[in-house]
């Protein structure tokens, strides 16, 4: 590995908020900003491992909460892990299973202990604590774990998302003890060689959440109370892109920029769509996950140079173009938008898997150009540019 | 191209009445015995078709009556032909629909024509003729077009498959002329150049289908109907592995051995489970389509050297073991049984795609071990051994 040391991060130029970075992990180094697939199951949907590295991911994502329902983070354990066992060979972040037992809305009862939920797969009766998430985590050996928080609704009153931002801070602390003592132990048994990743032992940091809803103060009351409990290798901003209006977002990104450390990646949750990720890549986020790419993929629906395209549509039959003629991915190399929308249309799974490659490798693309375009110090003029054509306002 | 001029086919090794042979085809060659991959709609369904190629496969199966109804042979002319359409750079047989329109009981009408049927997408009556099927499979530009015939249940009485075998004689006469005159005016329109493969050149050879139930007589008097009415390149064995009682085929191949031109492919249709392939092959046969590959694969059922296997069953929950220890598949060599397991369980498109390319990849390497016995003249016994083991009969 070179460049950074593990957990490090290297701020490697800059343009205005925006930066272009370097975060070195266990399982490789990450360039920011970046976009990371989601494993929802320990695999991006429809995807081989393969295709998405050569798509260029960094970084892949896993789901506490799916991964302890299916297949159970014992399975991972004894088949070596969650690398091993999905063949993926970076970095892996995985979430705290947080926002997921959150959005089971009349199937979970929060408590200050944790949340008791139903399983959404046979029905049973679950709780998922603070120190549960870090236990899962800890067996699923990803390079970053997220601590458990609690996640409100986008349209949540002051007072829920208060109650919500004050109990994250608690649990924060849970987190960090619980965290601290998995890592100890897993020295212990493997005497303090750090060299043993996929073994006993256990390379793996913990980023908080900063959450606080639509209100800036308890956004900034939440950020300093975070940094107040530790010299954390990341920080996550959580809670948005879940229902709040749109200008939202940015409002509560700019008032938390102040008080943001420098020399720390940013990790902005949920967050995702081509337009999203250049808006939070101009307010200094980071790093950047969503389900979009895949899920609108399955659906017949790319990302363009020139806005979204539905494959399926009747004016594609005879199309010998690709999705986008700048594009480089696999599937715009080789394949026509007559071929994608027959195979849509005779429901062949090669297309739902051809689409989604496509749109992963478009976020994945977009955040390289951006990082180009900040060491060059013309972001701010590319993505103006980039967006004004992707929204079809372009004058030429 | 190296070795056989297009169409042509020489035998290099032969074991009893077992061949190893090489079939040249405007679009590559083809070394025999060979499994021939089904792309039912232009595609192996659920698997790209580099990873057919890299699966060792040489020739692609597609099917007219699925093509001619989505997206149509006019969608695919447009686009190129099959070959361009589908980026599939191999040679390509298309089956004439005859198959699959005789399949549709209940929902078609047989005459000397053609069939009328009810389409099974829109429930549009149509008609497919000898004449149609020819057209049809001149449109999608394939290497090999079969004639259109008239398949007759496994079981059917003697009267019936004499109708059915007579009629198949009838129509090839028309198919004959028919493709005849297609594949000279294609010659007119490109001025007899013979390099305009995927323009509007006509590079295809038609073979003939051998019918008659499962009467040695019948299928005798089809063979020498068939041999009388050209000098085909090849030819098919239709109307088995139907629902005929299981030694019925083996009966028929034998009638059929001596009649069966030595210099010529013998295709035997919708032949393709492990020990069927390996009997075809003892009996004669060059090359075996059959969806169950595919189909298999995608409900989680695996072909192994040691019988089949379950992939779902609880047994491979932690099985840290590929499906096959001895198979050189992409899946084999970079997956568990464990993960792919979980990857059925919860329902990954993934998992459906892994396990299909496996079985694709095992009938592809049964065929190629196949040819490389005959060739040392080893056939026999190592076709018992591995049956054998196979059946999980093995004494070691």
Redesign the interface.
């Known amino acids: 590995m070179s460049g950074v040391s593990a957990f490090g991060f290297a701020v490697e130029g800059g343009e205005g908020l925006a930066r272009a970075g370097r975060l070195g992990l266990p399982h490789g180094e990450v360039l920011t900003p970046a976009f990371m697939p989601v494993g929802t199951?320990?695999?991006v949907?429809?995807?081989?491992p393969e295709e998405v590295e050569r798509a260029g991911a960094q970084i892949m994502l896993g789901n506490t909460y799916?991964l302890h329902l299916?297949?159970g983070e014992d399975?991972i354990r004894?088949?070596?892990g969650l690398h091993r066992?999905?063949?993926w060979p970076g970095p892996i972040l995985t979430d705290s299973g947080g926002f997921q037992v959150f959005s089971l809305a009349g199937l979970r009862t929060i408590s200050e202990t944790g949340v008791e939920f139903t399983s959404h797969i046979d029905g049973s009766a679950r709780t998922l604590t603070p120190e549960l998430s870090m236990e899962i985590q800890a067996a699923l050996g990803s390079d970053v774990a997220m601590a458990f928080d609690h996640v409100v609704p986008g349209q949540a009153s002051r007072d829920l998302a208060a109650e919500g931002m004050e109990r994250t801070l608690r649990w924060l602390d849970r987190c960090k003890a619980r965290h601290g003592e998995l890592v100890e132990r897993a020295d212990r048994r493997t005497d303090g060689r750090t060299d043993a990743i996929d073994g006993d032992g256990l390379q793996q940091t913990l980023w908080p959440i900063v959450q606080g809803g639509i209100h800036d103060d308890l956004r900034r009351r939440s950020l300093e109370g975070t940094l107040a409990r530790g010299p954390w290798t990341g920080i996550a901003i959580g809670g948005l892109s879940v229902g709040e209006p749109k200008p939202a977002m940015r409002r509560m990104l700019e008032s938390l920029a102040e008080g943001l450390p420098t020399d720390r990646p940013r990790y902005l949750m949920g967050v995702g769509f081509p337009e999203d990720l250049l808006e939070g890549i101009a307010l200094g986020m980071d790093l950047f996950d969503c389900v979009a790419a895949t899920r609108n993929g399955r659906h017949g629906s790319a990302w363009t140079a020139s806005g979204k395209l539905n494959i399926r549509k009747a004016s594609n039959?005879?199309a010998?173009v690709p999705i986008d003629s700048e594009c480089d991915c696999a599937t715009c190399r080789?394949?026509?938008r007559?071929?994608l929308?027959?195979?849509f249309?005779?429901e062949?799974?090669?297309g739902?898997?051809?689409v989604s490659l496509h749109n992963v490798r478009f976020l994945i693309r977009l955040g390289e150009r951006a990082r180009e375009a900040i060491r060059q110090g013309d972001f701010a003029r590319w993505s103006r540019n980039w967006l004004e054509r992707y929204r079809g306002r372009e004058e030429t």
Chains 1, 2 share one sequence.
């Open positions: 199951y320990g695999a949907r429809g995807l081989h799916h299916r297949p399975t004894a088949l070596g066992f999905s063949t039959r005879i010998d080789r394949f026509s007559g071929y929308r027959h195979l249309v005779s062949e799974m090669l739902l898997r051809l």
